[in-house]
């Protein structure tokens, strides 16, 4: 059975850095990508960053240059890096995992850790 835990969250001034791991256990193979969402009090969960398989990284505008989403693959383990925290950051961080599969992809969540940041 595939888990996912997060860790790092916590309180934080707004320009202040956190770094957020994501431990992966159970095994999987093939062709995957790890992900960071968040979610705001009263908002909906949003895509922050993903991670595939392959290397390549991708980051929602907001948080392009300012958040770094890294993989080692050998602890089975995804960072999200963020400097500059701003307090519109603060949100519950989730961690998932999606493990392309035919014909139905097989999908992961954590359970969260929150960031607060505060003005």
């Known amino acids: 059975q595939v888990q996912l835990v997060e860790s790092g969250g916590g309180l934080v001034q707004t320009g202040g850095s956190l770094r957020l791991s994501c431990a992966v256990s159970g095994s999987f193979f093939g062709d995957n990508t790890m992900a960071w969402y968040r979610q705001a009090p009263g908002e909906e969960r949003e895509l922050v960053a993903t991670?595939?398989?392959?290397?390549?990284?991708n980051y929602q505008d907001s948080v392009k240059g300012r958040f770094t989403i890294s993989r080692d693959f050998v602890k089975n383990t995804v960072y999200l890096q963020m400097n500059s925290l701003k307090p519109e950051d603060t949100a519950v961080y989730y961690c998932k995992l999606v493990v392309y599969r035919s014909p139905r992809d097989m999908e992961y969540w954590g359970k969260g850790t929150l960031v607060t940041v505060s003005s």
């Open positions: 991670h595939t398989s392959r290397g390549i990284a």
